[in-house]
C-alpha cells in the first residue's frame, strides 16, 4: 500500500551554498528596508493632504512598518547564525510530499518517521 508522507530535504552547508543564502538574505533585507522606506513616504504623504482619518491610517501604517522592521531583525539573525555555522552542518530547507510503500509487518515508528533526503550543492547526497 502506498501513502502521502511528509519528508524532510536538508541541505548540506558548502562554500556556495553559505555565499548564496547569505546573498539571498542579503537581497531580502534590501527588499523589505526599500518597502519600509516605501511606506514611511506613503503615510508622510497622505498625512499631509488629510484626507483621510488619521488615526487608524497612522495605527496601520506603523504596523506594517514594523512587520518589516521585525522581519529584517529576523534576517539579521539568519545572518548571524549563518556566519556561525561550520561548513557541513545540515540545514532544514523545506519539506515535501511523497509516497512511501508500506507492508504489513512493516515498523511503523521506522517507516513514518525516518524520510529525509539530504542535498549537497544541488545534487541529492543520501537519502535516510
Request: hydrophobic letters at 35%; charged letters at 35%; proline letters at 2%.
Amino acid at each position: 500500500m502506498n501513502i502521502l508522507h511528509t519528508i524532510t530535504v536538508k541541505q548540506v552547508l558548502t562554500v556556495s551554498t553559505k555565499e548564496a543564502l547569505q546573498s539571498r538574505y542579503e537581497d531580502q533585507k534590501f527588499q523589505l528596508k526599500r518597502e519600509h522606506e516605501q511606506l514611511q513616504f506613503e503615510w508622510k504623504k497622505i498625512e499631509r493632504a488629510k484626507k483621510y482619518p488619521s488615526q487608524k491610517l497612522s495605527q496601520h501604517f506603523q504596523k506594517e512598518m514594523e512587520e518589516k522592521l521585525e522581519k529584517i531583525k529576523l534576517l539579521d539573525f539568519q545572518l548571524e547564525q549563518l556566519a556561525i555555522l561550520p561548513i557541513g552542518s545540515e540545514l532544514k530547507e523545506k519539506e515535501v510530499q511523497g509516497m512511501i510503500d508500506i507492508q504489513v509487518g512493516d515498523n511503523w515508528d521506522e517507516a513514518a518517521l525516518s524520510k529525509t533526503i539530504i542535498v549537497e550543492d544541488g545534487i541529492i547526497k543520501e537519502i535516510r
